[in-house]
């Protein structure tokens, strides 16, 4: 395929290309086409290089894209061509003295994104110009600086970008910013709120991690929305502590502000994805209104705040499942990690052939903490037989800490003190940021089972 040729079928292979080629049909045309399964009018978008071979993408006028399977397509026409033009109209980002100073963080991913509805091209945006292009509602809350530390998909985010988000957070406390917003992808962003809500003790401000479940080129996308309710957190919200900032239902309604260390995402898609689990979320956005929910550390006037980054990656979590084999925790011993997190079954428990393991762990020094599979409830190991012998094999249980976030302050806790295990186990049960609740919120734990006449009642209500 010569270089123009490829260019014309971006992301196209064959059988597709032959096809396109057959009815005069590029990247960028506006098409007509009849199908076994209907007609469809859209742009031919290009697609990736790992995209499958099979689908034509469009994009329908209704904003959402579609795939045609090719021998499914018996006929296409062309009526238009839309060129790419890959740039957000930018303009200067207004600035106004009366309104607070934030900085805007980028990790890696769109933070922002218009769509050019002229060629069906999604944008990213992320100067503070080209955010004013994509969500000017943004200058009536502040005056945003962004700063782009570095461009990772969130699955490849680890310790080495916690300690330099800590770090920054540190120095733009330090010079004056009024709240801190990370720009963050959602798949891993509950584990890098929870390593900055240890690695930033006591902050002044506000820091509020976003992201977003949709892109900015889907009619239902949360992008913006989220964006502008976390910087009105920021700039004027009085929590000062590290909390992600997404869709409360799912609808446009309000967002939630969650805890940084009791958030977790809980489904694939949903716009409301990030539920606070054993506690109620600490408030919620809505309309230039925060309302808070419970009691949470207030924004202060000083610039003082202990950055704390140290972070010792030998440290693992392992999700028990039945007839768990004692040979996992051991190659962990060998290969010289320093601390495991369980997550047990019931209220903390493992089978009994585990339990050589465990002995070994102890005996080389391997630090061995429980916590739930169950997300909700609290660890009792005193209840049954079997979790007063897991103790006695110096296992130490957690309370309520959530699983992910035992696993990240494990590995911070190490960092503090590489050769004290008592000290490291001190640190690990005493609550520093809300991580361990003395008790659980009666009305927090819902489960809404679909199709019992409780919830056909509870929706007829709402939806009536």
Same mark, same amino acid.
């Given at each position: 395929?010569?270089?123009?040729?490829?260019?014309?079928?971006? #992301?196209?292979?064959?059988?597709?290309?032959?096809?396109?080629?057959?009815?005069?049909?590029?990247?960028?045309?506006?098409?007509? @086409?009849?199908?076994?399964?209907?007609?469809?009018?859209?742009?031919?978008?290009?697609?990736?290089?790992?995209?499958?071979?099979?689908?034509?993408?469009?994009?329908?006028?209704?904003?959402?894209?579609?795939?045609?399977? =090719?021998?499914?397509?018996?006929?296409?026409?062309?009526?238009?061509?839309?060129?790419?033009?890959?740039?957000?109209?930018?303009?200067? *980002?207004?600035?106004?003295?009366?309104?607070?100073?934030?900085?805007? $963080?980028?990790? #890696?991913?769109?933070?922002?994104?218009?769509?050019?509805?002229?060629?069906?091209?999604?944008?990213?945006?992320?100067?503070? &110009?080209?955010?004013?292009? +994509?969500?000017?509602?943004?200058?009536?809350?502040?005056?945003? %600086?962004?700063?782009?530390? *570095?461009?990772?998909?969130?699955?490849?985010?680890?310790?080495?970008?916690?300690?330099?988000?800590?770090?920054?957070?540190?120095?733009?406390?330090?010079? &004056?910013?009024?709240?801190?917003?990370?720009? =963050?992808?959602?798949?891993?962003?509950?584990?890098?709120?929870?390593?900055?809500? *240890?690695?930033? %003790?006591?902050?002044?401000?506000?820091?509020?991690?976003?992201?977003?479940?949709?892109?900015?080129?889907?009619?239902?996308?949360?992008?913006?929305?989220?964006?502008?309710? /976390?910087?009105?957190?920021?700039?004027?919200?009085?929590? /000062?502590?590290?909390?992600?900032?997404? *869709?409360?239902?799912?609808?446009?309604?309000?967002?939630?502000?969650?805890?940084?260390?009791?958030?977790?995402?809980?489904? +694939?898609?949903?716009? +409301?994805?990030?539920?606070?689990?054993?506690?109620?979320?600490?408030?919620? @956005?809505?309309? &230039?209104?925060?309302?808070?929910?419970?009691?949470?550390? +207030?924004?202060?006037?000083?610039?003082?705040? %202990?950055?704390?980054?140290?972070? !010792?990656?030998?440290?693992?979590?392992?999700?028990?499942?039945?007839?768990?084999?004692?040979?996992? $925790?051991? /190659?962990?011993?060998?290969?010289?990690?320093?601390?495991?997190?369980?997550?047990?079954?019931?209220? #903390?428990?493992?089978?009994?052939?585990?339990?050589?393991?465990?002995?070994?762990?102890?005996?080389?020094?391997?630090?061995?903490?429980?916590?739930?599979?169950?997300?909700?409830?609290?660890?009792?190991?005193?209840?049954? !037989?079997?979790?007063?012998?897991?103790?006695?094999?110096?296992?130490?249980?957690?309370?309520?800490?959530?699983?992910? @976030?035992?696993?990240?302050?494990?590995?911070?806790?190490?960092? %503090?003190?590489?050769?004290?295990?008592?000290?490291?186990?001190? $640190?690990?049960?005493?609550?520093?940021?809300?991580?361990?609740?003395?008790?659980?919120?009666?009305? #927090?734990?819902?489960?809404?089972?679909?199709?019992?006449?409780?919830?056909?009642?509870?929706?007829?209500?709402?939806?009536?």
């Amino acid at each position: 395929m010569t270089e123009q040729r490829a260019d014309a079928y971006k #992301g196209y292979r064959e059988p597709l290309v032959s096809l396109m080629a057959r009815f005069g049909i590029t990247v960028w045309c506006k098409v007509d @086409v009849d199908t076994t399964r209907g007609e469809f009018s859209g742009l031919v978008l290009p697609r990736s290089e790992t995209a499958d071979a099979h689908h034509l993408v469009l994009k329908l006028d209704s904003g959402y894209n579609v795939g045609l399977r =090719h021998d499914t397509i018996r006929a296409m026409t062309k009526t238009g061509f839309r060129e790419a033009i890959y740039k957000v109209p930018e303009e200067a *980002f207004p600035r106004d003295d009366r309104l607070p100073e934030v900085i805007l $963080l980028g990790t #890696g991913g769109t933070i922002a994104s218009r769509l050019d509805y002229r060629t069906g091209a999604v944008i990213p945006a992320f100067s503070p &110009g080209e955010l004013y292009g +994509s969500v000017p509602e943004l200058a009536d809350l502040c005056n945003l %600086q962004t700063e782009k530390l *570095f461009g990772e998909f969130s699955e490849n985010v680890g310790p080495l970008h916690y300690r330099a988000l800590a770090e920054r957070i540190g120095q733009a406390i330090e010079q &004056g910013f009024a709240g801190v917003v990370i720009g =963050h992808g959602t798949d891993t962003m509950h584990h890098t709120a929870a390593a900055l809500s *240890f690695m930033v %003790q006591r902050p002044p401000i506000p820091i509020v991690m976003v992201g977003s479940q949709r892109s900015s080129d889907r009619p239902s996308s949360d992008a913006a929305r989220n964006l502008i309710h /976390a910087t009105f957190a920021a700039a004027h919200g009085d929590i /000062a502590e590290v909390m992600v900032c997404m *869709f409360g239902p799912t609808s446009d309604r309000y967002n939630l502000l969650h805890r940084g260390t009791r958030v977790r995402k809980m489904h +694939s898609s949903y716009r +409301s994805t990030f539920r606070t689990l054993g506690d109620i979320p600490l408030a919620m @956005v809505e309309d &230039g209104a925060i309302q808070s929910l419970q009691t949470c550390a +207030s924004r202060r006037d000083d610039r003082t705040v %202990q950055i704390r980054p140290e972070f !010792e990656e030998r440290v693992t979590i392992l999700y028990y499942y039945p007839n768990m084999n004692p040979d996992i $925790l051991e /190659a962990v011993v060998d290969r010289g990690y320093r601390g495991v997190v369980i997550a047990g079954t019931g209220l #903390g428990h493992v089978n009994r052939k585990v339990y050589p393991a465990l002995e070994r762990a102890r005996s080389a020094g391997v630090q061995v903490y429980m916590t739930l599979q169950t997300l909700w409830g609290f660890v009792q190991m005193n209840v049954y !037989e079997t979790g007063r012998e897991i103790l006695g094999l110096g296992v130490i249980p957690l309370a309520n800490m959530l699983p992910e @976030v035992a696993y990240i302050k494990l590995g911070w806790a190490l960092g %503090q003190h590489p050769n004290d295990p008592a000290a490291v186990a001190a $640190l690990m049960q005493t609550p520093l940021a809300g991580e361990i609740t003395e008790r659980e919120p009666h009305d #927090g734990y819902l489960v809404f089972q679909g199709r019992t006449p409780e919830i056909d009642e509870f929706l007829g209500r709402i939806w009536s």
